[in-house]
């Protein structure tokens, strides 16, 4: 059973920086594509980034050119880099496998909140 723990969230002014950590239990993680999601109040959860086992990455269009995603499999550690940040990316940000055919418990997240 594996389990996803987030961290590195905070308030933050718009145009700045935040960089987010999720860090898996098992080292099999390595083989599996993993997602950042996040949900604001009153929205859906949304997928906001992706990296697959083979370091592939995608974005949601929100966040292009912005968000960049990583993982170092060695330290079962997957990273969002967040740059240029928008009062519109606060929300609750969660890790999880990027497939939901494949999902583990959803955590508590951690909370980005970006205001001046």
């Known amino acids: 059973q594996v389990q996803f723990v987030e961290s590195g969230g905070g308030l933050v002014q718009p145009g700045g920086s935040l960089r987010l950590s999720c860090e898996a239990s098992?080292?099999?993680?390595?083989?599996?594509?993993i997602g950042w999601y996040r949900q604001a109040p009153g929205k859906q959860r949304e997928l906001v980034a992706g990296?697959?086992?083979?370091?592939?990455?995608n974005y949601a269009d929100s966040v292009m050119g912005r968000f960049t995603i990583s993982r170092d499999n060695a330290k079962k550690t997957v990273y969002l880099q967040m740059n240029s940040l928008k009062p519109e990316d606060t929300a609750v940000y969660y890790c999880?496998?990027?497939?939901?055919?494949?999902?583990?418990?959803w955590g508590q997240g951690t909370q980005v909140t970006v205001s001046s």
């Open positions: 098992r080292s099999i993680f390595s083989i599996y594509g």
């Open positions: 990296i697959t086992s083979l370091g592939r990455t």
């Open positions: 999880n496998y990027a497939s939901d055919s494949r999902r583990a418990d």
